[in-house]
């Protein structure tokens, strides 16, 4: 079973930049739509951003322009670079299959932007 950690939080202010990880493992990640998801306190999970396999990828509004979801597959890896983060970006941040149905969630990763 793919296993999913997630890596790359910090505390950072207002217009800074982050880079998350996300490391599954499996010989099988390369076929897989991932996506990267926030939780905040006392808000829903929400979908950031989805990558297919091939590299096509697509957005929440509330990001789009500012962060940027991409993979390596050789690695097994999905990242998410975060730049100009606002105070609203604060959340713990997943990586899962991007298609709706899920696997068991990793840990999660915090991001706090504040100043």
């Known amino acids: 079973q793919v296993q999913l950690v997630e890596s790359g939080g910090g505390l950072v202010q207002p217009g800074g930049s982050l880079r998350l990880s996300c490391a599954a493992s499996?010989?099988?990640?390369?076929?897989?739509?991932m996506g990267w998801y926030r939780q905040a306190p006392g808000k829903q999970r929400e979908l950031v951003a989805r990558?297919?396999?091939?590299?096509?990828?697509n957005y929440a509004d509330s990001v789009k322009g500012r962060f940027t979801i991409s993979r390596d597959n050789a690695k097994n890896t999905v990242y998410l670079q975060m730049n100009s983060l606002k105070p609203e970006d604060t959340a713990v941040y997943y990586c899962?299959?991007?298609?709706?149905?899920?696997?068991?969630w990793g840990q999660g990763t915090q991001v706090t932007c504040s100043s």
């Open positions: 499996g010989s099988i990640f390369s076929i897989y739509v």
């Open positions: 990558i297919t396999s091939s590299g096509s990828t």
């Open positions: 899962n299959l991007g298609l709706g149905t899920f696997i068991p």
